[in-house]
């Protein structure tokens, strides 16, 4: 049987998300859990799987999911929706009585609304959903921890559902492959694009993106992140909307370009 390897513990987002792909794909695997997204991606080494959070509703896309993905030679092959909702849970019986929150650290940021109102309150960022809640288990005097609401199995003293700057939140997981596997479907399909230009120049953005525009591609996202080498130029990472047919177009006008250095992460 192969491993998967995934975020957290049993119950997490990412626990859930990997059964899914399992049921979904009819996949012969057994979970693994490893505590950050960097262990998680050295676990692939000796695994057949991961799955891994790469965008939230409110918050956006996970980059450090991105950059790891752009240093190894691995790829998103297929990606799935969960809902997602957050609740605050501690055995003291007023917010005014609590002095830390352990959270998640993308947790928090779809949380800002509700945590502004507690400027008071210090906060100690985990890894994991999972590990925001043993943490408070372990020290429940005077702190609390926000959580995914399906977590909750005991009655806390306070509770309070629903502290998600928006109630349709939902994240975006990836099941990540070592090698690359480009669909043979006609049916609509989205890919992820890492493109570093050799050299900055003035208008090397515009043409870019044009390539998209000349074969009617849309361009669902774009991110610029800072050089990674120094002596290289910044590069982005690109979601498109795209078919088989137009990919393929795609990929023949970028690579006949020598300016640009191009690494597919992913067709799904």
């Known amino acids: ?44 080494n000796n695994a057949k799987y991961l799955v891994l959070p790469i ?18 030679n691995f790829y998103i092959t297929h990606v799935l929706e969960l809902p997602v909702d957050f609740s605050l849970v501690s055995d003291e019986t007023s917010l005014n009585d609590i002095d830390t929150i352990y959270v998640q650290f993308k947790a928090k940021n779809q949380c800002l609304d509700f945590l502004s109102q507690i400027p008071h309150v210090k906060f100690i960022t985990t890894d994991s959903n999972t590990e925001s809640l043993h943490l408070h288990l372990n ?4 702190t609390a921890a926000i959580i995914p609401k399906h977590l909750i199995d005991k009655d806390f003293l306070l509770t309070i559902h629903n502290i998600h700057d928006q109630m349709l939140n939902h994240t975006r997981f990836a099941l990540i492959e070592k090698n690359y596997q480009k669909p043979s ?7 992820l694009l890492s493109i570093k230009p050799k050299k900055d120049e003035v208008g090397l953005l515009y043409n870019l993106l044009n390539h998209f525009k000349t074969l009617d591609i849309n361009l669902s996202s774009i991110i610029s992140r800072p050089r ?20 393929d177009n795609l990929m023949n006008k970028l690579e006949s370009e020598n300016a640009l250095d191009i690494k597919i992460l992913g067709v799904y």
Do not use: V, W
Request: proline content about 3%; aromatic content about 12%.
């Open 139 to 142: 020290n429940t005097k005077r």
């Open 1 to 44: 049987m192969a491993k998967l390897m995934t975020l957290g513990t049993n119950l997490s987002y990412s626990d859930l998300a990997s059964k899914q792909f399992i049921k979904q794909l009819n996949l012969d695997a057994t979970i693994y859990f490893e505590p950050s997204i960097d262990s998680a991606f050295h676990a692939l």
């Open 185 to 191: 479907t006609n049916k609509p399909l989205k890919a």
């Open 228 to 247: 990674m080498e120094k002596l290289s130029p910044y590069h982005f990472f690109l979601e498109i909307d795209t078919s088989i047919l137009q990919f």
């Open 55 to 72: 965008e939230n509703a409110i918050d956006g896309y996970i980059q450090r999911t991105l950059d790891l993905l752009y240093k190894h």
